[in-house]
């Protein structure tokens, strides 16, 4: 079992949309929780933080639900721009290293 | 600021070869982390260097290796390369172990 898990994918959704992405992680001492967007063939980049009290950033919400070790990103309103990979990351071990789920790609169309 | 930088972009090799990759860390950080991410996946990590030790490394072989030097740049080098090693190698420097910045990444491809 991969320590962190994503929704499998491809989500296709009209410009507009509200889209959700559920991840839920395995490993319990998991310190800190994250959303990285990752372009097609670039470099992942950090989307939000992930708390247990949720937390919003314009059309971007994310929430951590440490009982059911079960994270969430909400878009709301989608764009064109949106349009990327999403990835669930745990943070944690001796090496404070981030583990990485597969992504989940969002295409948003016009 | 300069970021993190890394080189080469993208680099052809054949199996049983070795390669050499290296990172520039951003300005003011001093660890650097290593990461493999093979196409449809998300980044694995490698291992991790701090402040010259390596600090940390995950479920890779010892054929892959790495050095940091005293301006906190790293290499990585993978001896014996297999097909599998064909991937996005991601390199992210952070300052004390905080919240990594990543470079654009080396593509390399096992021929």
């Known amino acids: 079992r991969k320590e962190v898990e994503q929704d499998p994918g491809p989500f296709n959704v009209p410009e507009g949309a509200t889209v959700a992405f559920n991840c839920t992680y395995s490993?319990?001492?998991?310190?800190?929780f994250f959303w990285y967007r990752q372009d097609c063939r670039k470099e992942p980049k950090l989307l939000m933080s992930v708390y247990s009290s949720g937390n919003e950033d314009g059309r971007f919400t994310a929430q951590l639900n440490r009982a059911s070790q079960y994270i969430s990103l909400l878009i709301r309103d989608s764009k064109l721009s949106d349009s990327a990979t999403y990835l669930c990351v745990a943070l944690g071990g001796s090496a404070r290293q981030l583990t990485f789920g597969s992504g989940t790609q969002l295409t948003v169309l016009p | 600021e300069t970021g993190v930088t890394q080189s080469p972009t993208h680099l052809i090799k054949t199996r049983g070869q070795q390669v050499t990759l290296r990172c520039s860390s951003q300005s003011g950080h001093n660890t650097v982390s290593w990461y493999q991410q093979a196409l449809g996946q998300g980044p694995q990590f490698i291992f991790q260097?701090?402040?010259?030790?390596?600090?940390g490394r995950g479920n890779f072989p010892p054929r892959f290796s790495g050095l940091q030097f005293p301006n906190y740049s790293s290499e990585l080098n993978v001896n014996a390369l297999e097909l599998d090693d064909s991937a996005l190698y991601l390199c992210a420097s952070s300052r004390d172990r905080g919240q990594p910045t990543f470079g654009d990444g080396t593509r390399l491809s096992i021929l």
């Open positions: 490993n319990s001492a998991s310190q800190s």
């Open positions: 260097y701090y402040r010259e030790e390596e600090n």
